[in-house]
């Protein structure tokens, strides 16, 4: 009996991940399906610029009076084998705001892209060197960030989660006043230590 319902769930799961799988990015989730909500439609695009639609997980969503903590799994790479390139654990903090959310920090929990790109970038490069480029932004800032030559897959797909987050984020959450600009530091914007 307790197979049977286990088999049942996975059939379930397998369902709704399809039903998704198939929607465009962006596209309205079934409501109907349990867990359809915490799935995240993203465009990825790999390094000869192909885009695919991915499915991103909302591990975690915590709201606060004025802003909403994620932790998101998604694909970075997909260009190499799996034993290298595996799904990342992003958290994110962004503020609501009138006119759209600003994401106050942004960390790696899990890093599940490679250790050192093949042309020698590091992580901590990424983190240290990039992505304080993404505190105090808003959705339509990101497009014009410019990307790590010999990282350009992976700060990309970085660019492509945070926007699919700002989206969701936008449409669930506002706020009365507009979102407030936060001091970038290494700690705020790459280190797992900034958060309390």
């Given at each position: 009996m307790k197979g049977a319902k286990l088999l049942a769930l996975?059939?379930?799961?397998?369902l709704a991940l399809?039903?998704?799988?198939?929607?465009?990015?962006?596209?309205?989730?079934?409501a109907s399906i349990p867990g359809a909500a915490r799935i995240l439609p993203v465009t990825h695009i790999d390094g000869f610029g192909t885009e695919t639609d991915e499915l991103a997980w909302i591990a975690w969503e915590f709201e606060a009076q004025t802003y909403v903590r994620y932790q998101i799994a998604y694909i970075s790479c997909t260009c190499r084998q799996e034993s290298v390139n595996k799904h990342s654990m992003l958290f994110l903090e962004i503020?609501?705001?009138?006119?759209?959310?600003?994401?106050?920090k942004i960390t790696f929990d899990y890093w599940g892209d490679s250790p050192v790109m093949p042309e020698g970038t590091t992580r901590k490069e990424i983190e240290e060197g990039w992505m304080p480029q993404l505190v105090n932004v808003k959705l339509e800032d990101i497009q014009p960030i410019d990307t790590i030559a010999g990282a350009t897959v992976t700060t990309v797909n970085l660019k492509q989660i945070t926007k699919a987050v700002l989206d969701y984020h936008n449409a669930k959450y506002t706020a009365a006043v507009e979102a407030p600009m936060f001091d970038v530091d290494a700690t705020s914007s790459a280190s797992s230590e900034g958060w309390e």
């Amino acid at each position: 009996m307790k197979g049977a319902k286990l088999l049942a769930l996975a059939a379930l799961a397998a369902l709704a991940l399809a039903s998704c799988a198939t929607a465009p990015a962006g596209a309205a989730r079934p409501a109907s399906i349990p867990g359809a909500a915490r799935i995240l439609p993203v465009t990825h695009i790999d390094g000869f610029g192909t885009e695919t639609d991915e499915l991103a997980w909302i591990a975690w969503e915590f709201e606060a009076q004025t802003y909403v903590r994620y932790q998101i799994a998604y694909i970075s790479c997909t260009c190499r084998q799996e034993s290298v390139n595996k799904h990342s654990m992003l958290f994110l903090e962004i503020a609501k705001g009138s006119t759209g959310g600003r994401i106050h920090k942004i960390t790696f929990d899990y890093w599940g892209d490679s250790p050192v790109m093949p042309e020698g970038t590091t992580r901590k490069e990424i983190e240290e060197g990039w992505m304080p480029q993404l505190v105090n932004v808003k959705l339509e800032d990101i497009q014009p960030i410019d990307t790590i030559a010999g990282a350009t897959v992976t700060t990309v797909n970085l660019k492509q989660i945070t926007k699919a987050v700002l989206d969701y984020h936008n449409a669930k959450y506002t706020a009365a006043v507009e979102a407030p600009m936060f001091d970038v530091d290494a700690t705020s914007s790459a280190s797992s230590e900034g958060w309390e």
